[in-house]
Protein backbone atom coordinates (compact mmCIF):
# COMPACT_ATOMS: atom_id res chain seq x y z
CA UNK A 1 0.00 0.00 0.00
CA UNK A 2 1.58 3.29 -1.28
CA UNK A 3 2.18 5.59 1.99
CA UNK A 4 2.49 9.46 1.44
CA UNK A 5 3.89 9.67 5.10
CA UNK A 6 5.35 7.45 7.65
CA UNK A 7 2.89 7.76 11.10
CA UNK A 8 5.21 8.71 13.20
CA UNK A 9 6.23 11.72 10.65
CA UNK A 10 2.38 12.46 10.25
CA UNK A 11 1.72 12.88 14.34
CA UNK A 12 4.54 14.99 14.32
CA UNK A 13 3.30 17.25 11.15
CA UNK A 14 -0.20 17.48 13.83
CA UNK A 15 1.24 17.80 16.63
CA UNK A 16 3.02 20.91 15.15
CA UNK A 17 0.39 22.13 13.44
CA UNK A 18 -2.06 22.11 16.55
CA UNK A 19 0.89 24.22 18.27
CA UNK A 20 0.71 26.15 15.83
CA UNK A 21 -2.72 27.24 15.32
CA UNK A 22 -3.61 26.98 18.65
CA UNK A 23 -1.52 29.30 20.47
CA UNK A 24 -2.80 33.10 20.31
CA UNK A 25 -2.32 35.22 17.66
CA UNK A 26 -3.44 37.83 15.10
CA UNK A 27 -6.21 36.03 13.86
CA UNK A 28 -7.65 34.18 17.03
CA UNK A 29 -7.26 37.54 18.62
CA UNK A 30 -9.67 38.90 15.76
CA UNK A 31 -11.85 35.52 15.71
CA UNK A 32 -12.65 36.47 19.04
CA UNK A 33 -12.94 40.04 18.54
CA UNK A 34 -15.82 39.83 15.81
CA UNK A 35 -17.31 36.75 17.30
CA UNK A 36 -18.15 38.62 20.79
CA UNK A 37 -18.72 42.10 19.26
CA UNK A 38 -21.42 40.67 15.98
CA UNK A 39 -22.10 36.76 17.06
CA UNK A 40 -20.78 33.24 15.88
CA UNK A 41 -22.52 34.12 11.94
CA UNK A 42 -20.46 36.96 11.23
CA UNK A 43 -17.32 35.96 12.05
CA UNK A 44 -17.68 32.49 9.93
CA UNK A 45 -16.40 34.17 6.41
CA UNK A 46 -12.85 35.21 8.46
CA UNK A 47 -12.74 31.90 9.62
CA UNK A 48 -12.93 30.44 6.05
CA UNK A 49 -10.43 33.15 4.58
CA UNK A 50 -7.52 32.04 7.16
CA UNK A 51 -7.16 28.06 6.14
CA UNK A 52 -7.41 29.57 2.28
CA UNK A 53 -4.76 32.50 2.72
CA UNK A 54 -2.81 29.23 4.72
CA UNK A 55 -3.18 27.11 1.79
CA UNK A 56 -2.05 29.66 -0.62
CA UNK A 57 1.29 30.45 1.10
CA UNK A 58 2.01 26.57 1.37
CA UNK A 59 1.21 25.97 -2.31
CA UNK A 60 3.81 29.26 -2.76
CA UNK A 61 6.79 27.77 0.11
CA UNK A 62 5.93 24.39 -1.26
CA UNK A 63 6.93 25.21 -4.99
CA UNK A 64 10.21 27.08 -3.90
CA UNK A 65 8.93 30.42 -3.86
CA UNK A 66 7.98 31.46 -0.30
CA UNK A 67 11.23 30.49 0.57
CA UNK A 68 12.48 34.56 -0.29
CA UNK A 69 10.50 35.84 2.00
CA UNK A 70 12.02 34.24 4.71
CA UNK A 71 15.81 34.47 3.33
CA UNK A 72 15.67 37.92 1.63
CA UNK A 73 15.67 40.54 5.30
CA UNK A 74 14.03 43.23 2.90
CA UNK A 75 10.85 40.79 1.84
CA UNK A 76 10.73 39.76 5.33
CA UNK A 77 10.86 43.06 7.01
CA UNK A 78 8.08 44.53 4.25
CA UNK A 79 5.91 41.62 5.71
CA UNK A 80 6.24 42.36 9.18
CA UNK A 81 6.32 45.52 9.39
CA UNK A 82 3.47 46.34 7.48
CA UNK A 83 1.59 43.36 9.42
CA UNK A 84 2.34 45.06 12.33
CA UNK A 85 1.29 48.11 11.81
CA UNK A 86 -2.35 46.74 10.13
CA UNK A 87 -2.75 44.67 13.57
CA UNK A 88 -1.73 47.87 15.31
CA UNK A 89 -4.67 49.82 13.75
CA UNK A 90 -7.04 46.99 14.03
CA UNK A 91 -6.21 46.89 17.69
CA UNK A 92 -6.62 50.59 17.79
CA UNK A 93 -10.35 50.40 16.33
CA UNK A 94 -11.34 47.67 18.56
CA UNK A 95 -10.75 49.45 21.79
CA UNK A 96 -12.84 51.85 20.66
CA UNK A 97 -16.17 50.08 20.61
CA UNK A 98 -18.46 49.42 23.74
CA UNK A 99 -21.83 48.86 22.45
CA UNK A 100 -22.70 45.45 20.67
CA UNK A 101 -22.97 45.69 16.73
CA UNK A 102 -20.47 48.34 16.22
CA UNK A 103 -18.39 46.11 14.95
CA UNK A 104 -18.60 45.08 11.46
CA UNK A 105 -16.46 43.92 8.85
CA UNK A 106 -16.30 47.26 7.19
CA UNK A 107 -15.58 49.21 10.02
CA UNK A 108 -12.45 46.31 11.37
CA UNK A 109 -11.60 46.34 7.08
CA UNK A 110 -11.91 42.40 7.57
CA UNK A 111 -13.68 41.57 4.62
CA UNK A 112 -13.34 37.76 3.37
CA UNK A 113 -10.85 38.71 0.84
CA UNK A 114 -8.62 40.99 3.10
CA UNK A 115 -8.42 38.17 5.56
CA UNK A 116 -7.31 36.05 2.94
CA UNK A 117 -4.84 38.84 1.95
CA UNK A 118 -3.72 39.99 6.20
CA UNK A 119 -2.43 36.37 6.02
CA UNK A 120 0.48 37.09 3.90
CA UNK A 121 1.50 40.21 6.68
CA UNK A 122 1.64 37.56 8.98
CA UNK A 123 5.22 36.50 9.35
CA UNK A 124 4.12 33.26 11.68
CA UNK A 125 2.04 31.98 8.28
CA UNK A 126 5.59 32.07 6.59
CA UNK A 127 7.92 30.73 8.78
CA UNK A 128 5.15 27.98 9.55
CA UNK A 129 5.07 27.05 5.72
CA UNK A 130 8.24 27.39 5.42
CA UNK A 131 9.21 24.74 8.61
CA UNK A 132 6.56 22.46 6.82
CA UNK A 133 7.82 22.44 3.45
CA UNK A 134 11.75 21.83 4.47
CA UNK A 135 10.41 19.21 7.60
CA UNK A 136 7.71 17.54 6.16
CA UNK A 137 7.60 18.29 2.49
CA UNK A 138 11.54 18.35 0.91
CA UNK A 139 12.65 16.33 3.49
CA UNK A 140 10.98 12.73 4.56
CA UNK A 141 12.88 11.29 8.02
CA UNK A 142 16.41 12.73 7.42
CA UNK A 143 16.44 11.91 3.43
CA UNK A 144 14.98 13.87 0.20
CA UNK A 145 11.26 12.53 -0.12
CA UNK A 146 10.64 11.39 -3.50
CA UNK A 147 6.98 12.27 -3.60
CA UNK A 148 7.05 15.82 -2.80
CA UNK A 149 3.94 16.46 -4.78
CA UNK A 150 1.72 13.82 -2.77
CA UNK A 151 2.97 15.60 0.53
CA UNK A 152 2.34 18.93 -0.54
CA UNK A 153 -1.29 17.97 -0.59
CA UNK A 154 -1.52 16.37 2.87
CA UNK A 155 0.08 18.77 4.28
CA UNK A 156 -2.21 21.15 2.78
CA UNK A 157 -5.51 19.27 4.02
CA UNK A 158 -3.77 18.99 7.47
CA UNK A 159 -3.13 22.99 7.56
CA UNK A 160 -5.79 23.82 6.50
CA UNK A 161 -8.03 22.08 8.82
CA UNK A 162 -6.31 23.26 11.98
CA UNK A 163 -6.39 26.55 10.87
CA UNK A 164 -10.19 26.23 10.55
CA UNK A 165 -10.44 24.21 13.75
CA UNK A 166 -8.48 27.04 15.77
CA UNK A 167 -10.31 30.25 14.49
CA UNK A 168 -13.18 28.10 15.20
CA UNK A 169 -12.78 27.20 18.37
CA UNK A 170 -12.30 30.66 19.60
CA UNK A 171 -15.40 32.11 17.29
CA UNK A 172 -17.02 30.12 19.82
CA UNK A 173 -15.49 31.42 22.83
CA UNK A 174 -16.22 34.71 21.82
CA UNK A 175 -19.72 33.92 20.83
CA UNK A 176 -20.58 32.61 23.79
CA UNK A 177 -19.61 35.15 26.07
CA UNK A 178 -21.49 37.72 24.14
CA UNK A 179 -24.74 38.11 26.16
CA UNK A 180 -22.40 38.30 29.23
CA UNK A 181 -20.61 41.21 27.32
CA UNK A 182 -24.21 43.24 27.25
CA UNK A 183 -23.93 44.12 30.94
CA UNK A 184 -22.56 47.34 32.26
CA UNK A 185 -18.84 47.96 30.62
CA UNK A 186 -17.87 44.78 30.29
CA UNK A 187 -17.76 44.86 26.55
CA UNK A 188 -15.22 47.98 26.75
CA UNK A 189 -12.89 46.20 29.04
CA UNK A 190 -12.94 42.72 26.90
CA UNK A 191 -12.41 44.65 23.80
CA UNK A 192 -9.42 46.76 25.17
CA UNK A 193 -7.66 43.86 26.70
CA UNK A 194 -8.22 41.72 23.20
CA UNK A 195 -6.96 45.11 21.60
CA UNK A 196 -4.08 44.94 24.51
CA UNK A 197 -3.42 41.46 22.51
CA UNK A 198 -3.30 42.16 19.38
CA UNK A 199 -1.15 44.82 19.59
CA UNK A 200 1.31 42.66 21.70
CA UNK A 201 1.31 39.97 19.12
CA UNK A 202 1.66 42.58 16.55
CA UNK A 203 4.83 43.83 17.99
CA UNK A 204 6.09 40.09 18.92
CA UNK A 205 5.91 39.40 15.34
CA UNK A 206 8.45 41.92 14.95
CA UNK A 207 10.81 40.13 16.90
CA UNK A 208 9.78 36.36 15.45
Not at 5 to 24: D, G, H, K, Q, Y
Not at 35 to 64: D, H, M, Q, Y
Not at 82 to 95: E, K
Not at 187 to 196: D, P, V
Request: glycine share 6%; aromatic share 12%.
Amino acid sequence: MYEIMSLRELIALLVFCAAMTFSPGPNTMLTTAIASNEGLRKVIPFTLAVPLGWLLILLITGLGIGTLVVQLPILRWFIQIAGCAYLLWLAYLLSRHHHLKTIDSSKLQITFGKGVALQFLNIKVWLLAVTVTSTWIINAEGQTSINQYDRLVLACFVVMFFAFASNFSYALVGSLVRNWLLHGKRLLIFNRILASLLAATAIWTLFV
